[in-house]
């Protein structure tokens, strides 16, 4: 992937609904999910959707096919994995990474009683 690309990609998902409706297709699976059923699933109006899956659409992370009178959108599956190898390509130096159980979550902050 070259940079210009990873960059109109992660341009594409630095919006919270858009992240959020590609994370839904992630889920999805290669079959998709309509139009319709993305909406309903994330409470956002038609009108906003269409806006948003232009912009995934034309930074190559999502498709659109049309069954009957349903717009199928489904995420590129290969595309986000071009944009995971290209922002890891020399993790670690070249080296093999820890495990991931080795690392340890960061401390979720407690509230102090005032």
């Excluded at 670690?92 to 979720?108: D, E, I, L, Q």
Aim: aromatic share 6%; with cysteine; glycine share 8%.
């Amino acid at each position: 992937m070259e940079t210009t690309d990873a960059v109109t990609a992660l341009a594409a998902l630095a919006q919270d609904n858009r992240l959020d409706v590609f994370r839904l297709l992630v889920q999805a699976g290669p079959d998709g999910m309509t139009a319709g059923s993305i909406a309903e699933a994330l409470d956002l109006a038609p009108n906003t959707l269409t806006f948003h899956f232009d912009r995934l659409r034309m930074a190559g992370l999502a498709t659109v096919r049309r069954e009957g009178r349903s717009m199928i959108y489904a995420a590129r599956f290969e595309t986000m994995n071009e944009l995971v190898g290209f922002l890891t390509e020399n993790c670690c130096g070249g080296t093999s990474c820890a495990p991931a159980a080795a690392c340890k979550p960061a401390r979720k902050r407690s509230k102090i009683p005032a």
